[in-house]
């Protein structure tokens, strides 16, 4: 039996409040600010429609701190000798929403994407005042650019890597555009098309909303359900769902 979506709220109807949200944008660019950014280009479009919406956004290039390689929290205490990971780290911790973007080079994610998944990785481990892992009651999602494939294939590898480390991934939670496959013309270059796009657009805007009602009904619900996936209930014994087999 096919189930019937709600109806639809009436075009008059106020609509959502999402103030008082908060979310971090990492551009993942292998250009230093204040070199420019057509990643950024498709980011600016997904901050302006969540400002609009009364939400605090942050925002960094990754590439313009000094991140050091690894997947420990804090890699100065792995031999490195300085590594601004931790404080970036935070203000990814104080959000409600994080969006990764960054460009698509031989088809793939860039190594700044790589080494900032990585590090976040790192802080998989750790429990919230919950018992669950780091992550949860936040949600995520990432935007792409580039003039040749691999836009879905990037958004995979990206969305899977934070969903699996425990943010909360909603639905169309990527978007994109692509040029001419090829040497061509890159997002904010004169001519690309790439700001009027309609699909690009469409999508950017898709998946902006959908990480805001996401991240507004986790809000409201006092953050993700603590039941069934706390490390902390489960180390000590608690095992929902699952027969004590001295009683079988």
Same mark, same amino acid.
């Given at each position: 039996?096919?189930?019937?979506?709600?109806?639809?709220?009436?075009?008059?109807?106020?609509?959502?409040?999402?103030?008082?949200?908060?979310?971090?944008?990492?551009?993942?660019?292998?250009?230093?600010?204040?070199?420019?950014?057509?990643?950024?280009?498709?980011?600016?479009?997904?901050?302006?429609?969540?400002?609009?919406?009364?939400?605090?956004?942050?925002?960094?290039?990754?590439?313009?701190?000094?991140?050091?390689?690894?997947?420990?929290?804090?890699?100065?205490?792995?031999?490195?000798?300085?590594?601004?990971?931790?404080?970036?780290?935070?203000?990814?911790?104080?959000?409600?929403?994080?969006?990764?973007?960054?460009?698509?080079?031989? $088809?793939?994610?860039?190594? *700044?994407?790589?080494?900032?998944?990585?590090?976040?990785? @790192?802080?998989? !481990?750790?429990? +919230? %005042?919950?018992?669950?892992?780091?992550?949860?009651?936040?949600?995520?999602?990432?935007?792409?650019?580039?003039?040749?494939?691999?836009?879905?294939?990037?958004?995979?590898?990206?969305?899977?890597?934070?969903?699996?480390?425990?943010?909360?991934?909603?639905?169309?939670?990527?978007? $994109?555009?692509?040029?001419? *496959?090829?040497?061509?013309?890159?997002?904010?270059?004169? @001519?690309?098309? !790439?700001?009027? +796009? %309609?699909?690009?657009?469409?999508?950017?805007?898709?998946?902006?909303?959908?990480?805001?009602?996401?991240?507004?009904?986790?809000?409201?619900?006092?953050?993700?359900?603590?039941?069934?996936?706390?490390?902390?209930?489960?180390?000590?014994?608690?095992?929902?769902?699952?027969?004590?087999?001295?009683?079988?």
């Amino acid at each position: 039996m096919t189930r019937s979506a709600p109806p639809a709220a009436p075009a008059t109807a106020a609509g959502p409040d999402f103030t008082g949200l908060r979310a971090t944008f990492v551009n993942c660019t292998l250009n230093r600010s204040p070199g420019r950014s057509h990643t950024q280009g498709v980011i600016d479009r997904s901050i302006a429609i969540m400002e609009a919406n009364g939400v605090s956004v942050d925002r960094f290039r990754a590439v313009d701190h000094d991140i050091a390689t690894g997947v420990r929290p804090d890699m100065t205490e792995h031999g490195w000798d300085t590594d601004d990971w931790p404080a970036l780290l935070e203000r990814i911790l104080d959000a409600d929403i994080l969006v990764l973007g960054g460009p698509i080079w031989l $088809g793939d994610n860039s190594s *700044v994407t790589k080494r900032v998944t990585e590090r976040l990785y @790192g802080r998989s !481990g750790v429990l +919230n %005042d919950r018992g669950q892992y780091a992550y949860y009651g936040r949600v995520a999602g990432c935007l792409l650019t580039g003039n040749e494939d691999g836009l879905k294939h990037c958004a995979m590898n990206i969305l899977y890597s934070l969903q699996h480390i425990g943010f909360t991934v909603p639905p169309q939670a990527d978007a $994109g555009w692509l040029g001419e *496959v090829g040497p061509g013309p890159s997002y904010l270059d004169e @001519g690309s098309g !790439g700001p009027d +796009n %309609d699909f690009t657009n469409r999508n950017i805007a898709f998946m902006t909303y959908n990480l805001l009602h996401l991240a507004a009904m986790i809000r409201d619900a006092g953050g993700f359900p603590a039941y069934g996936n706390q490390r902390t209930a489960w180390d000590a014994g608690t095992h929902p769902g699952h027969a004590n087999p001295e009683y079988r």
